[in-house]
């Protein structure tokens, strides 16, 4: 079911982190659909300005694309300064990434990178706009973490890791807006069919459990926004997984579908390079 977004209170401008890939775009798609117009935030500028396009197009919105790399520190001065003219009532935080494999095999380089990306990146988007929403008296702020983060999920100990302070965090300031007129909701959202699964080695059609389609986990995102729930887990069974599985028999799981999809990742790459 699409969420039906009120333009007077989220409106007239949304912004989304995170909008060149993934469920970055679904969420430009959905919220255009309710005749907001977008700030799309991302690396990959081309890409931006693809989905602007693409928005503009079947919605009739208008978009700003800004290119910002969000794991480098000093990016807020540079983003309200390309927003201080807009009235922007949603904000949706979704920049982040995976790297998955063994953690004393990553490189400490890149996991403070990645740590960096998926935990400062949200507190600072939250703190510069809630402040911005809360004088509004109205709006709203999603966190998009991932379902079972606060479980410790081995293969991707860093990002697990990462995402468990963005639950906490969203649940904690969902408390504290809820006094000023602000919602805020936590997506944690399970496997989904993005691009990202590549990097596990995933291949949707072969996944013991098949990945969630980015509209039903947008829709859903954006539908417990409107409930002010502090926190969705978009799908029935993964809520029910998430419910009643213990959390050390589902870091076996995780981990023993990792260790394939990794496994498998590897063998093709190798057989690639003997080519």
């Not at 959905?30 to 079947?58: F, S």
């Not at 910002?68 to 927003?83: C, N, R, Y």
Request: glycine share 10%.
């Amino acid at each position: 079911m699409k969420a039906l977004l009120d333009k007077q209170q989220f409106g007239p401008w949304a912004l989304v982190t995170g909008a060149s890939s993934g469920i970055g775009p679904e969420f430009a798609r959905q919220i255009a659909a309710a005749g907001i117009n977008l700030v799309l935030v991302a690396r990959r500028e081309a890409l931006l300005k693809e989905v602007g396009r693409h928005i503009t197009r079947d919605f009739g919105v208008q978009f700003r694309a800004l290119t910002m790399d969000l794991s480098q520190e000093g990016f807020i001065p540079k983003l309200a300064e390309h927003t201080k003219d807009l009235d922007i009532g949603l904000v949706v935080s979704n920049a982040g990434t995976a790297n998955p494999g063994e953690f004393l095999k990553l490189d400490r380089q890149l996991l403070e990178e990645t740590l960096r990306l998926n935990t400062m990146s949200h507190l600072d988007i939250a703190h510069y706009f809630g402040r911005k929403l809360a004088e509004r008296r109205r709006g709203g702020l999603i966190l998009v973490g991932a379902m079972g983060a606060e479980n410790g999920i081995p293969c991707i100990a860093n990002d697990g890791g990462a995402k468990a302070y963005v639950h906490s965090l969203g649940e904690a300031l969902h408390y504290e807006f809820k006094p000023l007129g602000v919602y805020v909701t936590v997506l944690a959202a399970g496997f989904t069919n993005t691009p990202v699964l590549e990097k596990f080695g995933f291949d949707p059609k072969t996944m013991p459990m098949k990945p969630m389609s980015v509209e039903q986990c947008v829709s859903e995102g954006l539908n417990g926004l409107l409930e002010n729930r502090s926190r969705i887990v978009p799908g029935r069974l993964n809520r029910i997984m998430n419910a009643l599985v213990p959390a050390s028999l589902a870091r076996k799981m995780e981990a023993d579908m990792l260790d394939k999809g990794l496994a498998s990742k590897s063998a093709v790459a190798s057989a690639r390079g003997e080519a």
